[in-house]
């Protein structure tokens, strides 16, 4: 059984769970939750505030999903933001 210290310096899985604070409950289910903590707008675009998995591969699959999906959210915040300023005032 892998503890989650070994999980964590493992090189192959560490940057999967860059910006996330995991941890192993006492039954051996992985659990992750990203940093910083997530916005009201995140939640509703279906980012989750806390993932869960049986083992590390399957949570350092689930965290990199969530972080390129967390990702693009931002970008298209930004890319809105930006239409805004630049259409001109009618």
């Known amino acids: 059984m892998t503890t989650a ?3 964590l310096s493992d090189p192959g899985l560490r940057g999967a769970f860059r910006r996330f604070y995991v941890w192993r409950d006492s039954a051996g289910i992985w659990h992750a ?13 279906q980012i989750l505030p806390e993932l869960v998995a049986d083992s590390p591969i399957q949570l350092a ?3 990199t ?3 390129s999906r967390r990702k693009v959210y ?3 915040q930004k890319y809105a933001q930006r239409n805004q ?6």
Do not use: G, H, V
């Open 5 to 7: 210290r070994e999980a």
């Open 33 to 45: 939750r990203p940093l910083p903590k997530l916005t009201r707008d995140e939640i509703a675009y």
């Open 61 to 63: 699959y689930q965290c």
């Open 65 to 67: 999903w969530q972080r």
């Open 74 to 76: 931002r970008y298209l």
């Open 85 to 90: 300023t630049l259409e001109p005032a009618s």
